[in-house]
């Protein structure tokens, strides 16, 4: 029995070239509908793709043109769609449908075969969320365990991680709606700081490293579960390359993306929720300076992501305008901080920062060394422009390789950030806290689709200054009475 082919991890597979001929030899090279220029493909048909992403008996593709086709082409057609493709072209290339297969010959192609959809499978598990693509996954095997029962231990080992790592992202998406669900139950509508909530963040974790610690944990179990579909299911529209009518847009497809920019807002929102509740200043100041560490901690960890949050809750209006309560606060460590996430230059303090961290967990001896869990929504921008800025197909109709290159590059970085495992003992009491505890809300609505509540504390903690804030106040008072 052959062996399977064997792909490197996604640290080594990208580099700054584009896709190189040289990588792999296929006697596909040179039919039409494919272009190459110094080596690298540029472009090609839909058609010649597709085919060039399926193995033979002498080719198998590299899997950087793996991950980027797979990545790229649900801009084009639905993955079941390409699914089918893929299964035509196994079988009637291969004769897979042929009575009295040669098992010779089975044997050499369906190592290959089963690789492509171990790689998929992997990859892109949330594809077989559809019935269709599953359906049509368990055909192909089928027809390949028909050839040789050879290979239907690896079948079953395929399916079974599949189904598996189903399994697991529906019981997270079920976690997720039961903690929304806890946390809107118990959300307060906070008009006055009398009916302030019971015990504050200190209480629960005076341990500013323990605290990042924490949120750490929660910044990795999210990122884990964002399929890197998601970042390029936000841009399928309805004209599509062939004007083909069934291309999509399954908004469900982008809801662990949508789940991770939600926990960014709620984080920056209870960390000011934190600071304008105390009716001291002095309690006020510790506060913003317990939070401050947390955020060095964070830094210093590689989490970016509650980095930034806790940097700009501090720079809301109801935080940064408390002129009393920052004046009892030694700054000088915030500001450091605040400079290296200036967004001066497109980021270029955090970028160089950022490209550190990343350079470190490449050459890392541990879990904690590989940690970076980026400015999430910095990452998101990045993949925008690239894709508003590019074409999907040049004038000829071709497929616009190289912008799924560059595409595949920023996206498979995401791929090495979210397999590290947190290596930080989980502390429940913390964990429970930071992702129920009730925050400012206003008629039940939650915290972060309004600033109305963090306003009425954050006067009421020091009075109006100006004209315009006492304006504010007088209107935030009377439509809290109402």
């Not at 490197?8 to 584009?18: K, R």
């Not at 001066?344 to 001896?365: E, K, M, P, V, W």
């Not at 913390?430 to 306003?455: A, H, M, N």
Request: hydrophobic share 35%.
């Amino acid at each position: 029995q052959e062996r399977m082919p064997q792909t490197p991890p996604f640290a080594a597979v990208f580099d700054n070239s584009g896709y190189n001929r040289s990588l792999y030899q296929s006697k596909e090279d040179n039919c039409g509908g494919v272009y190459y220029y110094d080596n690298n493909l540029l472009s090609g048909s839909l058609e010649a793709l597709i085919q060039h992403l399926v193995p033979n008996v002498d080719y198998y593709p590299d899997r950087t043109y793996i991950f980027t086709f797979l990545l790229s082409s649900r801009l084009f057609m639905h993955p079941y769609e390409l699914m089918v493709k893929v299964c035509h072209l196994c079988i009637e290339q291969q004769r897979l449908s042929e009575p009295g297969l040669d098992k010779n010959r089975i044997r050499k192609i369906a190592p290959r075969i089963l690789q492509l959809l171990t790689e998929w499978t992997e990859t892109f598990p949330y594809d077989f969320r559809d019935e269709k693509m599953m359906r049509n996954l368990k055909m192909l095997a089928q027809r390949i365990a028909n050839g040789d029962e050879m290979y239907w231990k690896n079948i079953q080992q395929l399916l079974q991680n599949l189904i598996r790592k189903l399994a697991t992202v529906s019981q997270y998406e079920e976690v997720l709606a039961n903690i929304n669900a806890t946390s809107t139950d118990r959300l307060v509508v906070l008009k006055t700081k009398l009916q302030s909530i019971q015990g504050d963040v200190i209480t629960v974790c005076n341990d500013p490293y323990v605290l990042a610690q924490q949120l750490t944990h929660i910044e990795l179990e999210r990122l884990n579960y964002i399929g890197p579909e998601e970042f390029v299911q936000e841009f399928v529209q309805k004209d599509c390359l062939d004007n083909d009518k069934s291309c999509y847009r399954d908004i469900k497809k982008t809801r662990n993306l949508e789940a991770y920019v939600e926990w960014f807002n709620r984080l920056s929102y209870l960390v000011a929720t934190e600071i304008c509740m105390p009716e001291k200043k002095q309690h006020r100041a510790r506060m913003i300076e317990y939070f401050i560490d947390v955020a060095r901690e964070c830094f210093n960890i590689g989490n970016f992501n509650s980095l930034m949050a806790i940097i700009s809750s501090m720079n809301m209006s109801p935080v940064s305008r408390l002129k009393k309560t920052w004046a009892k606060v030694k700054t000088a460590k915030f500001y450091i901080l605040e400079h290296q996430m200036d967004p001066s230059n497109n980021f270029y303090n955090y970028r160089i920062a950022l490209r550190g961290d990343t350079q470190r967990s490449l050459t890392a001896h541990s879990n904690r060394e590989e940690i970076v869990t980026p400015f999430f929504s910095l990452l998101i921008k990045g993949i925008y422009f690239l894709n508003e800025g590019c074409a999907n197909r040049l004038p000829n109709g071709h497929v616009n390789f190289e912008k799924f290159w560059e595409l595949a590059k920023q996206v498979s970085e995401f791929m090495m950030w979210k397999q590290v495992e947190c290596p930080f003992e989980r502390d429940w009491k913390i964990l429970q806290y930071l992702l129920s505890v009730p925050v400012f809300s206003d008629d039940g609505k939650e915290l972060w689709t309004s600033c109305r509540s963090l306003y009425l504390a954050s006067y009421e903690s020091e009075s109006p200054e100006n004209p315009i804030e006492k304006d504010r106040w007088k209107t935030l008072r009377f439509v809290s009475e109402v």
